[in-house]
C-alpha cells in the first residue's frame, strides 16, 4: 500500500498500532499520524505539537492519511496545535478525501477554516511558503 492511501481496515485489531514520525522543514515539521487518533492517543499527539511550537516552529504539517479513527479528542489536539501557532505560522492537514479524519473534519464543519491538501507536497508548500 502506497502511504498515499488512507488506511481502512474491516476491524480495529487490523489496524496498525499508533505511531507519530516526523520529517523537519525548513521552518518546522511534517508529523505524520498512524493508526488511532482518540482519548487514548490524542495527549502524545498535542504534547509533541505543542513541543514543535514551543521549540519555534512556524509551519507544521499534519498528515492523517494512516489515521484509522479519529474522535473529538484527536480533532482537539490539532486545533490547540493550530490556535498556538496562530498569526505568527502555518498549519496545515494532508487528509485523504474519502477518510474517516476527512468525514470527522465535515461533521464538525471544519473544513473552510482549516488549509486541507490531498498531497502532502502542496501542505509543505503551503507552510514553508514566505507571507
Same mark, same amino acid.
Do not use: F, Q
Given at each position: 500500500m502506497s502511504s498515499s492511501e488512507p488506511v481502512i481496515a474491516a476491524i480495529p485489531e487490523e489496524w496498525p498500532p499508533f505511531d507519530l514520525?516526523? =520529517?523537519?522543514?525548513a521552518n518546522?515539521? =511534517?508529523l505524520t499520524v498512524t493508526g488511532e487518533?482518540?482519548?487514548?492517543?490524542a495527549p502524545?499527539?498535542?504534547?509533541?505539537?505543542t513541543a514543535i511550537v514551543f521549540d519555534g516552529a512556524t509551519g507544521i504539517v499534519v498528515d492523517l492519511r494512516r489515521v484509522t479513527f479519529?474522535?473529538?479528542?484527536?480533532l482537539a489536539a490539532v486545533l490547540h496545535a493550530r490556535s498556538r501557532l496562530a498569526r505568527k505560522g502555518r498549519l496545515a492537514l494532508v487528509v485523504a478525501p474519502d477518510s474517516y479524519a476527512q468525514l470527522v473534519?465535515?461533521? =464538525?464543519?471544519?473544513?473552510? =477554516?482549516l488549509a486541507r491538501f490531498e498531497a502532502r507536497a502542496d501542505a509543505i508548500a503551503h507552510v514553508t511558503a514566505a507571507g
Open positions: 514520525s516526523e =520529517a523537519p522543514l518546522g515539521v =511534517a487518533l482518540d482519548l487514548e492517543t502524545e499527539l498535542r504534547k509533541r505539537l479519529m474522535d473529538s479528542i484527536g473534519l465535515e461533521i =464538525a464543519g471544519l473544513p473552510p =477554516a
